[in-house]
């Protein structure tokens, strides 16, 4: 399977799978940036009633529909395996029971037909969903916001991440949930703080943790307590806050850290293009706020649709061009990781 | 015929080979070490060494379950998804069967054991028919072995207990059951993908690839408090 380096293609065709947490997801992408398909097999209505990612639920339902899912990618993108040069798969990070699933069927379809299996990492599987978009211009930087990640990273030239900033405790997105649900909203809550944020005034000071000065890291949970603080004890007290009031100022110490943060950085790294993926990339408020930092400036702004933000195997298969042209493989002992170095 | 077998629902990895009834090869550990990292080696290595390839098989067999749901959902998935992409058939058998099948010459009852934790078992009740066909006759499930063995006890035969771990439960079934009980020798406490592929080859139907999910018995702990609390709640 050692691919000499005069005979790799660009326009190489891949099949790639993810399964990290709570979408079973495969696509077919051809020369890391055309689509030719995109399934996504959502559970969230599973997982809803407990208000959460349920780990072993979550794997239980992979296992189910994973060849199902698989065959949809084939037959939307109009392909057979004879057409596959190559399988990629999310190693990691994730939750390890979900990860496996997919990390065992991509070795076996990939055995099966002799193909070689191509190992992504999560998150970048969620910055190359920006190459879906357009090409990136380097140096690049890219805030991965979502419910388990909150990241900035540096793109010096293709596929190098250096990871600048991250988060020292919840993610962005786990804060959102966390705030949802002590306001009676249900799961996942990050989309209704965003609907409600609108309507809302950002009338409550709540903390926005800039940590030491010079810094990238982010932190959540403060905010997050003092959001549930003050909730607790406006009840206590029997003071009553509209949630949309709440939300639009949770959601300002939000999005004020991460665009400051990211504004920074591009500005130290003198980075060409800016790009914003990860769930909590839907949210309207930053998408917004991100506009108007870049709008006018040299810097170019990429922030992929909705569909490619969150979980998705696309993302892993652009992802997995770059693998593909450095020829980077894995063994048939390739394993699902819950924690993983970017690669 | 070329089946493929695959049992890694315990600690237990096995990888096996036959064409029409005859075993080519096997390969099975017992220690507990990375069954994900190890299965897809252990496939190509056997098959390598037999010089057959992916697309000289017809079918795969696989336990598919009851035990570690970790370690069920690694074999299954690799057979399931290894036999799509083949368009060949799959065979699911009850990993407890698999175990029963070592008692081929006992007459009486054969109680196949893994361990679940908390004093409770993976469990069913065998017994071997007429050309060695084995029939199942209470089907697995989870049970806490003390009820289990008083169940046993009032069948009054001879039972055979067939385990990996029953060194865990050995106390507890000789106090209950004494002569009743009858203890599987060596080797015959050790699941065997060979004799997977016996039961794939005389007595299972094939299914589609797709229908192939894990026997795991019992639902997720998240979802047992939901329901208790949903019940809970309906009572009053």
Redesign the interface.
Known sequence: MNIEKEQIKDDEIILAIETSCDETAAAVIQGGSSILSNVVASQIESHQ??GGV?P??A??H???N???V??EALTDAGVI?ADLDAVAVTAGPGLV?AL??G???????A????LPLLPVHHIAGHIQAARLERPWHYPALALVVSGGHTELVLLKDEGEYEVIGQTRDDAAGEAYDKVARSLNLSYPGGPQIDKLAREGETIIPFPIAWLEEGSYDFSFSGLKSAVINKLHNAKQKGEVFRKEDVAASFQRSVIEVLTEKTKRAAAQYGVKQVVVVGGVAANKGLRQSMKDIFSNTEVELTIPPLALCTDNAAMIGAAAHIQWKKNIQA??????KADLALF | MKILAIDTSTHVMGVALAEDNKLLGEYVTNFKK?H??????A??ELLKELDIK??DLDAIAVAKGPGS??GV??G???????A???NIPVYGVSSLKVLARNGTYFSGVICPFIDARRGQVYTGLYKMGAEHQIKTIISDHIVAMEDWLHYIKEKNEPVLFLSQDYDLHHSLISESLADQAVVGNGMDMLPKPSVLLSLAFEQEKPIS??AL??E?TQR????KK?LEKKEGKTDA
Request: no cysteine; aromatic share 12%.
């Open positions: 009633r407990f349920v072993e639920l794997s239980r992979h296992t189910e994973i060849t199902w698989v065959e395996f029971g496996l699933v990390v065992n069927a991509a070795k076996a379809i055995f099966a037909h002799g063994d048939w002992n390739l394993n699902g | 990375n994900s990292l190890r299965l897809m080696p496939i190509h992916p697309q749901y970790t959902r690694i299954v998935t690799t057979a399931k998804s290894m799509w992409a083949l690839a797709h999910v894990p795991y997720t702990e998240a979802e939901w």
